[in-house]
């Protein structure tokens, strides 16, 4: 009886933190809207933030976290240097301390095994199965970036706010603020439309909807900002159009410093 109040208790507890997640990214998402860019990129970004200030706090002590970091050989490109702009130099340091340490250990064994392939004695027989393994000792090394733990963290904070979006636009307030955003990047779009047709089918219409009107108000920003580069227009004012290419990046590529 008790170990089933526990795991009551358990189950309760995570129904509540994914009730304050949701909440939390709703409202968050509803303030995106009015900012330039994808609304999910830039809640994400600033999650992300968020995360690598407390990492230099607390992420490097935990031991699991550091096996992880030197499994994956470090961070991603992208991260490693988003983390190295806050005051990360000692917990880089080491991280990375760790991380070369092994590496260069094992550069070590294989010359060593390189050496010993090499001797006359070990010529013959021995040297065609170290050919056939050679591909598979030099990636020994290589960085396995799929395995970042911010990439990570990104991945589940992503699929979180692309679901809650699609559950809030049943609601009018959510579709107007969607709809006089910038729009989806086309990745949060396609997020967006396949967890809409496997969990909300009938909400697919209202994405759609939304996010068509934001490609088409970004497209003749863009076309007007390409017409007034026309000499005989050179004297007309400027306006936000002047800024649509940026939009149109932020659409098909998604907001700088996400990925």
């Known amino acids: 009886m008790k170990q ?39 809640v994400v970004l600033h ?22 970091l030197i499994a994956s050989r470090g961070f991603c490109p992208l991260h490693t240097w988003q983390l190295a702009q806050y005051h ?17 250990e094992k550069v070590r064994r294989d010359q060593e095994k390189l050496k ?14 170290w050919r056939k393994s050679k591909r598979q000792r030099a990636t ?3 960085p396995l970036f799929d395995l ?34 910038t729009g989806l990047c086309l990745l949060h779009f396609t997020m967006a439309r396949q967890y809409a047709l496997q969990t909300h089918p009938e909400l697919e219409a209202a994405l759609l909807e939304c996010q068509s009107a934001c490609l088409w108000r970004v497209l003749e920003e863009d076309k007007e900002l390409i017409r007034k580069h026309d000499y005989r227009f050179e004297d007309e004012s400027h306006g936000d159009e002047m ?15 996400v990925r």
């Open 148 to 181: 970042c733990p911010f990439c990570k963290l990104r991945t589940a904070v992503e699929e979180r706010l692309v679901q809650t979006l699609v559950a809030q636009l049943q609601s009018e307030g959510t579709r107007s603020g969607l709809s006089q955003s």
């Open 140 to 142: 020994d090394v290589e």
């Open 4 to 42: 089933k109040k526990v795991q009551g208790g358990k189950i309760m507890g995570q129904n509540r933190e994914a009730e304050l997640h949701h909440t939390r990214d709703a409202e968050e998402l509803q303030a995106a809207f009015k900012r330039e860019g994808c609304p999910v990129c830039n």
């Open 243 to 257: 800024t649509a290419w940026r939009r149109a990046a932020e659409l098909c590529a998604g907001n700088p410093g």
């Open 47 to 68: 999650a992300m933030n968020l995360y690598m200030d407390s990492w230099q706090y607390e992420g490097f002590t935990d031991v699991e976290e550091r096996h992880r």
């Open 88 to 104: 990360t130099a000692f917990q880089l340091a080491l991280v990375y301390r760790e991380i070369l340490t092994e590496v260069v």
């Open 116 to 129: 010993a392939a090499d001797h006359p004695s070990a010529r013959g027989s021995a040297w065609i199965p």
